[in-house]
T-cell receptor, first 113, second 115 residues
Framework: AQSVTQPDIHITVSEGASLELRCNYS??????LFWYVQSPGQGLQLLLK??????LVQGIKGFEAEFKRSQSSFNLRKPSVHWSDAAEYFC???????????FGTGTRLTIIP | KAGVTQTPRYLIKTRGQQVTLSCSPI?????VSWYQQTPGQGLQFLFE???????NKGNFPGRFSGRQFSNSRSEMNVSTLELGDSALYLC??????????????FGPGTRLTVL
C-alpha cells in the first residue's frame, strides 16, 4: 500500500527566508508525486508534479521539488517566501492509470514579517 | 476553461438525515474523485467514477455512495448522517484515461456540518 509522511506539522519562517518542506513516500513501483497547496476554506491547488525524467521539477509560484529515489523523498523548496505563501501544503502519491491519490497529513506554513 | 464546481458550498444537517453533494468536472474530464477532509483524519479518498462506473473505492461505510451521469457530473450521497461526517468534501476531476497521469484538479469543496 502506498503512504506519504510529512514529518513537520507546522513550520514558521520569516518572509524572505528560504523554505523546505519534507515529504517521504512509500510505494512499490515508480510513483507519481504531487505537491498541493490549500488556503483556508479553499480547495487544493496543484503546485507541481513528478512523473518521470528530470528529478528536479519546477512548479508555480516559484516552488520546486526534487525527487530522490534512494531516500524516497520529494521535498518542496522555495528560495524566498512571501507572506502570501502562508497556507497548508500537502504531498501526495499516485500511480499510473489509478486516479486515487494518497495524501500526507499536511504541513501548515506560517510566515512572520 | 471553467474549473471544477461544487454545490452547495455549505450545508448544515442533523443526525440521521441524508445529504447529496454535486460536482461538475472540468469540460472534457471523464474522471471524478471524491475526498473527505477532516482535522483528525486528513484527506481520505472516498471513490472515483469514470464513464458512469465506479472504478475505485476507498475504505468508507456503505452510507457513502456516489454516481456519475453521462455528462460526467457526479453526485455523492451520505445517508443516516453521523456527527463524524462533518467535513470538507472535495471533488477532483481528471481526464481519466488509462494512460492518465492522474493530475487531479480540485473544486472548492462543500463544507458539511452535522448537528
Amino acid at each position: 500500500a502506498q503512504s506519504v509522511t510529512q514529518p513537520d506539522i507546522h513550520i514558521t519562517v520569516s518572509e524572505g527566508a528560504s523554505l523546505e518542506l519534507r515529504c517521504n513516500y512509500s510505494y512499490g513501483a515508480t510513483p507519481y508525486l504531487f505537491w498541493y497547496v490549500q488556503s483556508p476554506g479553499q480547495g487544493l491547488q496543484l503546485l507541481l508534479k513528478y512523473f518521470s525524467g528530470d528529478t528536479l521539477v519546477q512548479g508555480i509560484k516559484g516552488f520546486e521539488a526534487e525527487f530522490k529515489r534512494s531516500q524516497s523523498s520529494f521535498n518542496l523548496r522555495k528560495p524566498s517566501v512571501h507572506w502570501s505563501d502562508a497556507a497548508e501544503y500537502f504531498c501526495a502519491v499516485g500511480a499510473r492509470g489509478n486516479e486515487k491519490l494518497t495524501f500526507g497529513t499536511g504541513t501548515r506554513l506560517t510566515i512572520i514579517p | 476553461k471553467a474549473g471544477v464546481t461544487q454545490t452547495p458550498r455549505y450545508l448544515i444537517k442533523t443526525r440521521g438525515q441524508q445529504v447529496t453533494l454535486s460536482c461538475s468536472p472540468i469540460s472534457g474530464h471523464r474522471s471524478v474523485s471524491w475526498y473527505q477532509q477532516t482535522p483528525g483524519q486528513g484527506l481520505q479518498f472516498l471513490f472515483e467514477y469514470f464513464s458512469e462506473t465506479q472504478r475505485n473505492k476507498g475504505n468508507f461505510p456503505g452510507r457513502f455512495s456516489g454516481r456519475q451521469f453521462s455528462n460526467s457530473r457526479s453526485e455523492m450521497n451520505v445517508s443516516t448522517l453521523e456527527l463524524g461526517d462533518s467535513a470538507l468534501y472535495l471533488c477532483a476531476s481528471s481526464p481519466g484515461g488509462l494512460s492518465s497521469y492522474n493530475e487531479q484538479f480540485f473544486g472548492p469543496g462543500t463544507r458539511l456540518t452535522v448537528l
